[in-house]
């Protein structure tokens, strides 16, 4: 997936939680050989070219399609599968499998996981008695800084994804038009329970914009979101102060 993932687990019965970490690792390099875009000889790819069909590719990408097309619905075509055209499944998979592995080892008895794809976080359980998971969002116009810091303090699972230029440059693109999204943002980052949708939804709003995105955002249940702007304006919808510490 062109990315690194990192994992924190507390708690539970070692040689459980140990072969359910080396399972969820396994299962992430199962991801990346099936949707890889990168790789001619992927499922995804082969189904974009047109030599498999969906019930001949890996279970796994009927899953993660039905998922594609509910968060296109959801955004109302804001995020999308074919924003160059073919299709490209790769906006959702990563968070997806994130949140995937760290069902997994949780699962198998940890008390806590904490699953890091790329920067974007799942959380379950805690990593220990009376201590929250807590995730720092870096600050885009200061490098090294940090623009906030998200508590799961109050519940059982947390996400936190970020979309924006900082990282990687322009590279979210407008589904309208195929190219560079051009907004007042710099990032957006979503806290919600599930780092599949935190992750979707992060990206379409950054495409809207930083009005549009806060207005859509707010409407969604369970979500909270920090918008930053070029010009270094914060705009945060109404819960998120809760969920900072």
């Given at each position: ?20 970490l ?21 499922d ?64 198998a ?86 780092l ?26 369970g979500?909270e ?5 070029a010009?270094?304006?914060?705009r ?6 809760a969920r900072?510490?």
């Amino acid at each position: 997936m062109g990315t690194v993932f990192s994992f924190d687990v507390r708690g539970g019965e070692p040689a459980a939680v140990q072969a359910a970490l080396q399972e969820a690792v396994a299962g992430l390099h199962r991801i990346d050989e099936v949707f890889s875009t990168y790789r001619d000889g992927s499922d995804i790819s082969r189904l974009a070219r047109g030599e498999l069909s969906v019930e001949e590719c890996d279970p796994l990408v009927a899953e993660v399609l039905e998922l594609g097309a509910e968060a296109e619905r959801t955004s109302d075509g804001w995020f999308s599968m074919r924003y160059q055209g073919p299709l490209d499944p790769t906006g959702i998979v990563k968070g997806w499998a994130a949140e995937r592995a760290a069902r997994a080892v949780a699962a198998a008895g940890a008390s806590g996981v904490s699953v890091n794809g790329g920067g974007d976080v799942q959380l379950l359980g805690t990593p220990g008695a009376q201590r929250p998971w807590r995730v720092g969002v870096s600050d885009p116009l200061r490098p090294g800084g940090l623009a906030a810091v998200i508590s799961a303090a109050g519940t059982e699972e947390l996400a936190v994804a970020t979309s924006g230029t900082a990282e990687q440059g322009a590279h979210i693109l407008d589904p309208r038009t195929g190219h560079s999204a051009v907004t007042d943002l710099v990032a957006v980052t979503v806290v919600a329970p599930c780092l599949t949708w935190a992750d979707c939804w992060a990206t379409a709003a950054f495409a809207m914009g930083s009005r549009q995105g806060l207005r859509w955002l707010e409407s969604l249940p369970g979500v909270e979101a920090l918008l930053i702007t070029a010009g270094d304006e914060v705009r945060c919808t109404g819960g998120l102060a809760a969920r900072l510490g």
